[in-house]
């Protein structure tokens, strides 16, 4: 849909009484190109917006690789700062040129993910933001990875409101009065409340401390709103920390919400994307009006921007716009580009910095189709960073290189884990992990999939159909029960589905994504003496 050829707003939800809709509704796309006055706005509009969004950065300003590794000279690398901040500048002088005010945002989650953050504990991030035009950020579950101390450093150093409606900070009063429930832009005659919410789980998934509470996210959004509604707003956004699911549940709870942008979750909503899990917006029913929801994937290798007519009252008319891929045809700004080589300078050391002690035989050889030392160990490294977890497993494709028999180092761990996965919890019955169990094997030898695991031991039938190589699973000395809830960790990837794991994507009873960084995990296990305890000792046996 062309940004300036918004989309009419849809017609109103069903009736108070009528069951509603689980599901989503799009506008219809292709009718309204076809027809164009089927584009017109049922009212004049009073303001036009380009809203520019981002979320879940994670410290990725060298960008990666269309595969997730880390970018590398000579490839083309997708995201990146520089290149992003190129498209925000462009998605800026387009909106200048259609008369249309800007307000950026962002979602959350700039913290850990890259040795930038690991270096500067969220220096080079706050630098990107005031270079590129941040003007509000939720925070995610990540802004506290470093303590309510480490998010007050970050906070001193960006001037943007930081907004977290259900972060309870009474009992730390110079975070408290950094951080706030939600600001209140003028924009084009338009006067748009915007309302931060941050996950509920975050004491589980990060590190903010005894003093720190997250409240019900739903209740927040609404009395926000109404406080935000009593100083003179007319729209109600919220910049959710909380996935795409608990934004759909947010979405049909509150009344007089107009637009979420959301983040968490890493879902890419956008128009003929590959990758796209639904459309940029997506519009569900709210109590009192239709919702639209965005989220621009992950990693800045993504930009939305979202254009809005508003009427008098500001209720969003009607829409347009798109969310743009952040590509290597992107030239890098210049400015920004020399900004992160200041940054960049200690990374070296960084990365030759001691991990810990290695041993022989830590090779990917054979990880793909059996297990093997180097699988044990980054299994048993994922097992002990998640405390709630009783079992463990990743795939064996994910480890790329061999770690050293001598001291390892930081860059060495990156390379053997090149494409930035973090550890994501989840909650499966046994007989759903039997089924994913199966699919890990069927592509043993081809792909990446097979399991390296920690906290089971698999009895398999590598010449049996597919469908019947799993022999036998226990998990803490005892058969698996088809029935019983079992906790695992894997990694980010598996757990939305990667290598054919959609049990994981599918059929978890809990799931919590975007955990500590699978290379963190493991530096932390291999400085423990992780390395002197891997080996292979019967985690999987052949019959």
Excluded: K
């Excluded at 004049?44 to 590794?69: I, M, T, V």
């Excluded at 009006?289 to 930009?303: D, M, N």
């Excluded at 792909?447 to 159909?465: C, E, S, T, Y």
Aim: glycine share 12%; aromatic share 4%; with cysteine.
């Amino acid at each position: 849909m062309p940004p300036d050829s918004p989309a009419p707003s849809p017609a109103a939800p069903a009736r108070p009484g009528l069951p509603r809709r689980a599901l989503l509704r799009v506008a219809p796309l292709g009718l309204a190109l076809a027809l164009p006055a089927l584009r017109r706005p049922r009212a004049e509009a009073a303001a036009r917006l380009a809203l520019l969004h981002l979320n879940d950065f994670h410290a990725r300003h060298e960008g990666q690789q269309p595969s997730g590794a880390a970018c590398a000279p000579g490839r083309d690398c997708l995201g990146g700062s520089a290149r992003l901040a190129t498209a925000l500048a462009e998605a800026r002088a387009e909106a200048a040129a259609a008369g249309r005010a800007v307000l950026q945002l962002d979602a959350g989650d700039q913290f850990t993910g890259s040795l930038y953050h690991t270096a500067h504990g969220g220096l080079a991030e706050a630098a990107v933001q005031r270079a590129t035009g941040c003007e509000a950020m939720a925070l995610g579950n990540h802004e506290f990875d470093h303590g309510p101390q480490g998010l007050l450093r970050y906070a001193a150093a960006v001037e943007f409101p930081l907004l977290s409606a259900n972060l309870d900070a009474r009992r730390m009063p110079a975070l408290a009065a950094r951080i706030r429930p939600s600001a209140l832009f003028e924009r084009g005659g338009a006067r748009i409340g915007v309302i931060g919410l941050t996950t509920e789980t975050t004491p589980r998934a990060s590190s903010p401390g005894p003093d720190l509470a997250f409240t019900d996210a739903q209740e927040a959004a609404a009395r926000q709103a109404a406080v935000l509604r009593a100083q003179g707003a007319g729209t109600i956004l919220v910049l959710s920390h909380l996935g795409l699911a608990s934004d759909l549940a947010l979405a049909a709870a509150v009344p007089g919400l107009d637009l979420i942008v959301g983040g968490h979750s890493h879902t890419l909503l956008a128009d003929g994307l590959p990758g796209a899990e639904g459309p940029h917006p997506l519009l569900a029913d709210g109590p009192d009006r239709a919702v639209r929801i965005v989220q621009a994937g992950s990693y800045g290798r993504w930009l939305g921007r979202l254009s809005l007519d508003l009427a008098a009252d500001g209720r969003v008319l009607a829409h347009g716009g798109a969310v743009r891929p952040v590509t290597a045809a992107l030239a890098e700004d210049a400015a920004v580009a020399a900004l992160l080589a200041g940054f960049a300078a200690p990374l070296a050391a960084l990365r030759a910095s001691p991990a810990g002690p290695g041993a022989p035989g830590l090779t990917p050889e054979g990880c793909r189709g059996g297990e093997c030392a180097l699988g044990n160990l980054v299994a048993d490294a994922m097992l002990a960073a998640e405390p709630e977890a009783e079992i463990a497993l990743t795939n064996g494709g994910g480890l790329r290189a061999g770690l050293p028999e001598g001291m390892i180092s930081r860059g060495a761990v990156l390379e053997a884990l090149p494409f930035g996965n973090t550890l994501a919890f989840l909650v499966l019955r046994g007989a759903d992990l039997r089924a994913a169990l199966e699919i890990g094997l069927s592509r043993a030898g081809s792909g990446g999939a097979f399991p390296q695991v920690a906290g089971m031991a698999l009895r398999i039938r590598p010449q049996a159909p597919v469908g019947e190589r799993v022999a036998a699973v226990t998990i803490g000395g005892r058969p698996l029960e088809p029935e019983r809830a079992y906790r695992l960790v894997t990694n980010d990837f598996l757990r939305r589905g990667g290598d054919g794991y959609l049990p994981f994507r599918d059929r978890a009873l809990m799931a919590r994504d975007n955990g500590l960084p699978m290379d963190e995990a493991v530096a932390r296990h291999l400085a423990a003496g992780g390395a002197a305890r891997a080996a292979t000792e019967g985690r999987i046996r052949a019959e």
